[in-house]
């Protein structure tokens, strides 16, 4: 076949689809396998799916789902260190997997298109935005330079892109993360392709942004009537945007439904467990113990740059804190500095009215032994080459002086509290999973024998399940053991099903804090409001709710 | 543009306070021996008068601060003493030697850094396709064996078998033919290895930009191999490149001091051995004074290039676009 | 995976490699037995005899005698001996060092670190050979000084790669954990870092030694190393190098043997480090 009648069938196909016959894409016994010397893994296992022309599927699932394998299969390709193994992925009746290499890149970018999560990665810091936007469509689609980057301009100005006449000019480092991911999103338009993959677009950016990011994709899939297949973890999301859900688990699709009633009545337990956390909520305990850590009027920066400003606030004896805020908020930097890791430039750390010192190499063995951190990701807290008797044993011996079969017997103690069999005590943390590997950290911090325990986002890299488990053993261990508790999170569900109190943070201050319902359901600041407001729930009609109310009552976006 | 300019003086400012501490510590290298100097030069069969006629050559008797100012002001106008074995001044010394390591290294480097860079990018293109594995292992090969070893196996060949072109360098006369194949076996053993380097590292530098997900994203545009490569990968891999290209040009210049010996060219590297083995100091000192200059001037040159490669520090953030 | 299972699934250039290296190994252990004539013996009349040449008079020498008449074959076996010891030694010396001092710098930071890499910029600014030229004119060619001076230019670059290796084990938050338990600098270098860095580091020793070995050779070949009468590869390419203008090739199995050593360190490397880096970027 020449050019040409390729040319000439592509648009008759085109049209048929566009009249509404056969499906857009399809998927049929996909099988990706890894490709490694080892043993061969399937991560993708007998994938059937159908997209039709203008419709939006959500693609959700947990860590190793095979979810953006799936989402790049669409496109024909695969990672290095991957391989189609069976099936095929037909797209307007031509199998990608059979298509030479080239015909399949000539679709890539003009017909499918890609947005990715990370934008702040996936731009080349070498080249200006208006280069990279309009490269396929005047490379591949024979567009003209001059009207691709008219349209280009056209399209920044619809995605509500700062000064769109000029953005383009600029370097990638140049913007921030959540205008970048809006160029990306006009680079993937500009062929105006008929399917266009979303990976995770929106897991990179806080709350504030992803609302804007969700319009965004919205609008512009309806406007040119494209087809989308959107992949994410959090449900809530991919409820404001798909027609249609497709669950995935280990690479095989649990449950596939309409959006609306796979809501009303998920078939499966698993789909159920994917708004676990929600699910959870702490009966708030009566404030009446006796403060037991004292943040009084702290300041501290990195360097020059300041990056907490006189923050106060107070953990009661066996109450739970959870301190919320975006991105450089500094709550993560406030951990540090109650943690001894970066010293105030002003302000005091009492605990139990002792103040404590401000750098860690003027603490106590017993000092550091009562305040006690647990970091967010497990797999880079615990030392991969020491086993987990090696991670637990090692504060009990310095701590306490365990030795023998009492430390033994300790050891078996400590992971019966965490829920965890005694004979993972041998393995080294490489053959755990992210749970367990977390529960491990937080034995190893009760090891200690603490007071108080510094949380520091320590179910976000989890999957929704196993956070649910984690968080209701925290609240157990908190009540059997006393243990007072600075909770760190971006997440408002987890604060809900874990704080007595809520401390709001932003650009290194405190803007609102109280007991956790007064907080929450009736919040004073405007901040607070647009935070709270931003933080998408289970429900299709949500962002639409939103959308309007914030057309009426005027942009809340001023309050930033 | 400001940033920059300020991190370019930063660097030069550096450079020169480094030459400055090494010019200390290659003049202090003589008092630094046990004893005294003079003696330690001349060994054993050192006579009383000798060794004053040494210190008094050395200015041994002055202070050394007085000393040290003598000899980095004499260095500054281009005078570095005089020879002890020959008691000729060393710049007439120098100057001609200079000249001909030099036209060695620019004839190596002419030959070696365009065709290494230039095999590194098609390597990546091709990569893990046969021409990849043949520059892979010949380039191996050619960064494993000592110079001197390469240099008799091409005097092998080319002399003793082929009889084409001379084994030995010495002759510094003669009209550009005769120069060329004077110099053609030399700057050929020189240029495997450098071809090596450049090779290995360039494909080394484009292959770790090759991982990253604007490349993937490149391939998700629909982006053929070569635009993936030139256009994504090779623009971000430009600092790494132009590092090595001159890292590996300070090596041609440093580096053929073996070559030198091997061929019994007469270059400054020449010099400098056999002045070692004479115990030359002043002339060690001049030709090390030399080579590092030269050595820290082309690195610096490499930091000042890659750090104008960058786009994020030729356009530092200054703000982001407003909301 | 087990060592015998990794062997059986090593690829030929590995396995070619590894049987260089062994039969370097056994020359270095069993040179007396190995070796047909003493290594100071001398056998024949100079550049004479050899494979090539079976009518030739004399003893049976395989590759021909030396410059003083001496059986070229045997000073290669002595040779291995002198050249691979006195490499190991001095690589083993400056890795303790360099590795050392990069954990120091990596676990302790600030001044200790800007102190350091300060001193090792300033060596590594002075190229490698003109150092090593200056160090030696000055202090003449002994085995002691050239050992120190090797090991001293080396560990800078071991100090690099370690330091940079250890600093990114450091930025985990495993090592954030130790610091807040009260673990000393000891401690953290030993049990948190070192054990993490092993294996790059293992890597990094054989291109180490390719490279001081290849140094010794060098500095030997240019008559400033090992001295003579001491077998030694370098300068036995040195003394007979004025044969090969007579079209006797004898400088080049020296060489030949030099350079084989260190293809077959680069085979095993490259195969052990896949995934790793390829070749050292040293200059």
């Known amino acids: 076949m020449n050019a040409e009648t390729a040319g000439?069938?592509?648009?008759?196909?085109?049209?048929?689809?566009?009249?509404?016959?056969?499906?857009?894409?399809?998927?049929?016994?996909?099988?990706?396998?890894?490709?490694?010397?080892?043993?061969?893994?399937?991560?993708?296992?007998?994938?059937?799916?159908?997209?039709?022309a203008g419709e939006v599927l959500g693609l959700i699932g947990e860590s190793g789902a095979g979810k953006s394998t799936i989402g790049l299969a669409a496109l024909g390709y695969v990672r290095p260190g991957c391989r189609f193994a069976g099936g095929s992925v037909l797209f307007d009746g031509q199998d990608l997997l059979d298509l030479p290499p080239q015909r399949c890149r000539a679709l890539r970018g003009t017909r499918i298109a890609y947005v990715a999560q990370s934008a702040t990665a996936s731009f080349n810091p070498a080249h200006r935005l208006i280069d990279q936007v309009v490269e396929t469509a005047t490379r591949q689609a024979g567009m003209g330079r001059r009207q691709a980057e008219q349209d280009a301009r056209e399209l920044f100005a619809r995605l509500a892109l700062p000064d769109p006449d000029h953005i383009g000019e600029r370097f990638p480092h140049e913007l921030s993360g959540g205008q970048l991911q809006r160029v990306m999103i006009a680079m993937a338009m500009i062929c105006r392709p008929d399917l266009i993959v979303f990976d995770e677009p929106t897991t990179a950016l806080d709350v504030t942004t992803q609302v804007e990011i969700?319009?965004?994709?919205?609008?512009?899939?309806?406007?040119?009537?494209?087809?989308?297949?959107?992949?994410?973890?959090?449900?809530?999301?991919?409820?404001?945007?798909?027609?249609?859900?497709?669950?995935?688990?280990?690479?095989?699709?649990?449950?596939?439904?309409?959006?609306?009633?796979?809501?009303?009545?998920?078939?499966?337990?698993?789909?159920?467990?994917?708004?676990?956390?929600?699910?959870?909520?702490?009966?708030?305990?009566?404030?009446?113990?006796?403060?037991?850590?004292?943040?009084?009027?702290?300041?501290?920066?990195?360097?020059?740059?300041?990056?907490?400003?006189?923050?106060?606030?107070?953990?009661?004896?066996?109450?739970?804190?959870?301190?919320?805020?975006?991105?450089?908020?500094?709550k993560s930097t406030l951990a540090r500095v109650v943690a001894g890791l970066l010293s105030p430039t002003a302000g005091g750390v009492r605990l139990q009215g002792n103040g404590l010192p401000r750098r860690l190499q003027d603490r106590s063995r017993d000092q550091l032994r009562r305040v006690q951190l647990i970091h967010q990701s497990p797999d880079a807290a615990l030392n991969p080459r020491h086993s987990i008797r090696e991670a637990i044993g090692r504060p009990l011996q310095l701590h306490s002086g365990l030795k023998g079969v009492a430390r033994e017997a300790r050891l078996r103690e400590l992971m019966a509290l965490v829920e965890l069999k005694p004979d993972l005590l041998d393995r080294l943390p490489g053959a755990l999973s992210g749970g367990q590997k977390q529960r491990v950290c937080i034995a190893r911090a009760l090891a200690a024998g603490p007071e108080l325990l510094i949380c520091d986002e320590v179910t976000s890299a989890l999957d929704q399940v196993v956070q649910a488990g984690i968080l209701a053993m925290l609240q157990r261990l908190q009540k059997e053991l006393g243990l007072s508790c600075l909770f760190i999170t971006h997440d408002i569900a987890t604060v809900r099903a874990i704080a007595d109190e809520v401390v709001v943070m932003r650009r290194g201050a405190v803007v609102e804090s109280g007991p956790r319902d007064a907080v929450l359901e009736t919040p004073s600041e405007d901040y607070t409001r647009l935070l709270l407001s931003c933080v998408p729930d289970v429900d299709p009609d949500w962002l639409t709710r939103l959308l309007q109310q914030r057309a009426t009552a005027g942009d809340l976006t001023d309050a930033r | 543009m400001h940033g920059v300019l300020a991190m370019i003086a930063q660097r030069i400012a550096l450079g020169v306070a480094t030459l400055f501490v090494i010019s200390m510590l290659v003049f202090l290298a003589v008092d630094m021996l046990p004893g005294d100097p003079a003696e330690a030069i001349l060994g054993q069969s050192a006579t009383p008068a000798s060794l004053a006629a040494l210190r008094q050559e050395l200015g041994l008797n002055k202070p050394l601060v007085v000393r040290y100012a003598d000899w980095t002001a004499g260095l500054m106008r281009g005078d570095f003493g005089r020879s002890l074995a020959n008691d000729r001044p060393i710049s007439e010394l120098i100057a001609p030697r200079l000249g001909a390591t030099l036209s060695l290294a620019a004839l190596a480097a002419a030959i070696a850094l365009p065709l290494g860079v230039l095999l590194g990018i098609l390597s990546t293109v091709h990569r893990d396709r046969a021409l990849d594995r043949v520059a892979s292992t010949a380039s191996l090969l050619a960064i494993s064996f000592p110079e001197f070893f390469t240099a008799y196996m091409l005097v092998a060949c080319f002399s003793v078998g082929l009889g084409w072109l001379p084994a030995i360098s010495l002759s510094s006369q003669g009209g550009f033919v005769e120069t060329l194949t004077m110099l053609a076996l030399p700057a050929l053993t020189l240029s495997l290895a450098v071809i090596g380097y450049v090779l290995r590292m360039t494909r080394a530098a484009i292959m770790g930009v090759m991982a990253s997900p604007y490349v993937e994203m490149a391939r998700l545009k629909g982006v053929g191999p070569w635009g993936v490569v030139v256009r994504h990968a090779l623009p971000n891999a430009l600092s790494p490149i132009i590092n090595v290209v001159i890292i590996n040009l300070a090596y041609l210049v440093v580096g053929v001091v073996v070559i030198e010996v091997v061929f019994v060219y007469p270059g400054l590297g020449q010099l400098l051995v056999d002045s070692v083995a004479k115990r030359d100091i002043p002339v060690v000192q001049a030709c090390c004074m030399l080579f590092a200059g030269t050595y820290i001037g082309l690195n610096l040159l490499a930091d000042i290039l890659a750090l104008l490669a960058n786009p994020r520090l030729r356009r530092p953030r200054q703000q982001e676009a407003r909301a | 995976m087990t060592g015998v299972m990794a062997l059986r699934m090593a690829p030929l250039s590995a396995r070619i490699g590894l049987a260089i290296v062994a039969l370097y190994l056994f020359c270095l252990l069993f040179a007396p037995l190995v070796a047909p004539y003493g290594e100071t013996e001398i056998v024949g009349g100079p550049w004479a005899g050899g494979f090539w040449d079976p009518a030739a008079e004399g003893p049976a020498t395989l590759l021909g005698t030396d410059h003083l008449g001496r059986d070229v074959l045997s000073r290669l076996i002595y040779g291995a001996r002198n050249s691979i010891t006195l490499a190991l030694l001095t690589t083993t010396l400056s890795f303790l060092t360099g590795t050392i001092l990069g954990l120091l710098a990596a676990v302790r930071g600030g001044v200790v670190d800007q102190v350091l890499g300060r001193l090792v910029d300033l060596v590594m600014a002075f190229p490698t050979l003109i150092f090593a030229l200056l160090v030696l004119a000055v202090a003449g060619?002994?085995?002691?000084?050239?050992?120190?001076?090797?090991?001293?230019?080396?560990?800078?670059?071991?100090?690099?790669?370690?330091?940079?290796?250890?600093?990114?084990?450091?930025?985990?938050?495993?090592?954030?954990?130790?610091?807040?338990?009260?673990?000393?600098?000891?401690?953290?270098?030993?049990?948190?870092?070192?054990?993490?860095?092993?294996?790059?580091?293992?890597?990094?020793?054989?291109?180490?030694?390719?490279?001081?070995?290849?140094?010794?050779?060098?500095?030997?070949?240019?008559?400033?190393?090992?001295?003579?009468?001491?077998?030694?590869?370098?300068?036995?390419?040195?003394?007979?190098?004025?044969?090969?203008?007579?079209?006797?090739?004898?400088?080049?199995?020296?060489?030949?043997?030099?350079?084989?050593?260190?293809?077959g360190i680069n085979l095993v490397i490259d195969w052990a480090a896949a995934g790793h880096h390829g070749v050292s970027d040293e200059r």
């Open chain 1, 8 to 52: 000439l069938a592509e648009a008759v196909s085109r049209l048929r689809v566009e009249a509404g016959g056969a499906p857009l894409l399809v998927m049929q016994g996909l099988v990706i396998e890894t490709s490694g010397l080892g043993k061969v893994q399937r991560i993708v296992d007998g994938i059937d799916l159908e997209l039709h």
């Open chain 3, 141 to 263: 060619s002994t085995l002691p000084v050239l050992i120190g001076v090797i090991a001293l230019l080396d560990a800078t670059r071991v100090f690099r790669i370690a330091r940079a290796a250890a600093m990114d084990v450091a930025a985990q938050d495993f090592v954030e954990v130790a610091r807040l338990r009260g673990e000393g600098t000891g401690w953290i270098m030993r049990r948190e870092i070192l054990p993490n860095i092993v294996v790059p580091l293992a890597a990094e020793f054989g291109l180490r030694f390719c490279f001081v070995f290849l140094f010794i050779a060098t500095l030997s070949f240019i008559g400033l190393g090992i001295q003579p009468p001491t077998a030694d590869w370098g300068s036995m390419v040195r003394e007979n190098a004025a044969a090969i203008s007579f079209g006797i090739l004898m400088p080049l199995f020296p060489a030949g043997a030099i350079a084989l050593l260190t293809i």
């Open chain 1, 214 to 330: 969700l319009a965004c994709v919205r609008n512009i899939v309806e406007a040119f009537g494209t087809a989308a297949i959107y992949i994410t973890h959090d449900l809530a999301v991919v409820t404001q945007l798909a027609d249609r859900i497709v669950v995935l688990r280990h690479g095989r699709i649990v449950e596939e439904a309409p959006t609306r009633a796979m809501l009303a009545a998920p078939r499966e337990s698993y789909t159920r467990s994917l708004w676990a956390v929600r699910q959870i909520r702490k009966t708030p305990e009566p404030d009446h113990g006796a403060p037991l850590l004292d943040l009084d009027g702290i300041s501290a920066s990195y360097g020059s740059v300041p990056v907490l400003k006189d923050v106060s606030l107070r953990v009661r004896t066996g109450g739970t804190v959870a301190l919320v805020g975006e991105s450089g908020s500094g």
